[in-house]
């Protein structure tokens, strides 16, 4: 396969030229912020509608002066939902305060240690916010059952984790992000689990069609530094993917052949 100019992300019908997605939260401060996303080339940005300020709270400073709408596709998540009804609210209140805006993020969360996703749950929200018209990228387990089945009901992408949120850990299971990759007819993200640029490089060698990251930049010693690697190794990656990488072999085999050579 040859990388060209066409190999874009195509999303809910819009395309974009960066397959890196990354979060808001987390960081020191808002130009601190700014300046980051800048440095990832990010198109599409995450925003905590429970943690974020996007117009709720109008004296405290707003998310949307910092990135402009004009700039990124806002990308409004349930972070910190641990119910259906609560993630199926949330949604709608980003889509108020947005103007209409109907692509979001969903995240329904089991329990506060592991923060692994209730799939159960997750499914309901997903049911109930597609056939309000949402556009839903959902977050889940690396369960490639369950992708299939939130990708039959609708959804526009399916975000399974590498391993537990903010956690850094990598991707664990390979095998299951991979059959994921392969049965999937949905754009599909590794979500989650993150924590440096190799580990993003492996995941578009998966054939992840992209990656969604937020402490993995924001709780590194330079945080504008890492978001620079990040964005190399998501185009590194996604090059290698299409290049297609030679087998893997057991023994040795020389790099030049020894058919041809002179010897004394």
Same mark, same amino acid.
């Given at each position: 396969?040859?990388?060209?100019?066409?190999?874009?992300?195509?999303?809910?019908?819009?395309?974009?030229?960066?397959?890196?997605?990354?979060?808001?939260?987390?960081?020191?401060?808002?130009?601190?912020?700014? =300046? $980051?996303?800048?440095? @990832? &080339?990010?198109? +599409?940005?995450?925003?905590?509608?429970? #943690? *974020?300020?996007?117009?709720?709270?109008?004296?405290?400073?707003?998310?949307?002066?910092?990135?402009?709408?004009?700039?990124?596709?806002?990308?409004?998540?349930?972070?910190?939902?641990?119910?259906?009804?609560?993630?199926?609210?949330?949604?709608?209140?980003?889509?108020?305060?947005?103007?209409?805006?109907?692509?979001?993020?969903?995240?329904?969360?089991?329990?506060?240690?592991?923060?692994?996703?209730?799939?159960?749950?997750?499914?309901?929200?997903?049911?109930?916010?597609?056939?309000?018209?949402?556009?839903?990228?959902?977050?889940?387990?690396?369960?490639?059952?369950?992708?299939?089945?939130?990708?039959?009901?609708?959804?526009?992408?399916?975000?399974?984790? =590498? $391993?537990?949120?903010? @956690? &850094?850990?990598? +991707?664990?299971?390979?095998?299951?992000? #991979? *059959?994921?990759?392969?049965?999937?007819?949905?754009?599909?993200?590794?979500?989650?689990?993150?924590?440096?640029?190799?580990?993003?490089?492996?995941?578009?060698?998966?054939?992840?069609?992209?990656?969604?990251?937020?402490?993995?930049?924001?709780?590194?010693?330079?945080?504008?530094?890492?978001?620079?690697?990040?964005?190399?190794?998501?185009?590194?990656?996604?090059?290698?993917?299409?290049?297609?990488?030679?087998?893997?072999?057991?023994?040795?085999?020389?790099?030049?052949?020894?058919?041809?050579?002179?010897?004394?």
């Amino acid at each position: 396969m040859q990388n060209t100019p066409n190999d874009v992300l195509a999303i809910a019908g819009r395309t974009y030229a960066s397959r890196l997605l990354v979060g808001t939260g987390k960081y020191r401060d808002m130009q601190e912020t700014r =300046a $980051a996303i800048e440095a @990832s &080339g990010a198109e +599409i940005v995450t925003i905590a509608v429970r #943690r *974020t300020n996007i117009g709720q709270n109008a004296d405290e400073p707003n998310i949307l002066d910092v990135l402009p709408p004009d700039r990124y596709t806002y990308l409004p998540n349930t972070a910190g939902c641990y119910d259906a009804r609560t993630a199926v609210r949330t949604c709608k209140l980003a889509r108020e305060l947005l103007g209409g805006h109907d692509l979001v993020k969903l995240e329904v969360l089991g329990d506060e240690k592991t923060l692994f996703p209730d799939v159960i749950a997750t499914l309901k929200a997903a049911e109930e916010l597609i056939a309000d018209g949402f556009k839903v990228m959902v977050y889940t387990n690396d369960d490639p059952i369950i992708a299939r089945e939130l990708e039959a009901l609708g959804c526009v992408a399916v975000m399974p984790l =590498a $391993a537990p949120i903010g @956690s &850094g850990l990598g +991707i664990r299971n390979k095998l299951n992000i #991979r *059959t994921i990759v392969e049965n999937a007819g949905v754009p599909v993200l590794v979500d989650a689990g993150v924590g440096t640029a190799s580990d993003a490089a492996i995941a578009m060698e998966l054939g992840c069609d992209g990656v969604l990251m937020n402490t993995a930049i924001a709780a590194a010693d330079n945080p504008i530094l890492m978001a620079s690697a990040m964005r190399k190794a998501i185009e590194a990656g996604r090059e290698a993917y299409l290049a297609g990488r030679m087998p893997t072999k057991r023994f040795a085999s020389a790099s030049s052949p020894l058919d041809g050579l002179f010897f004394d």
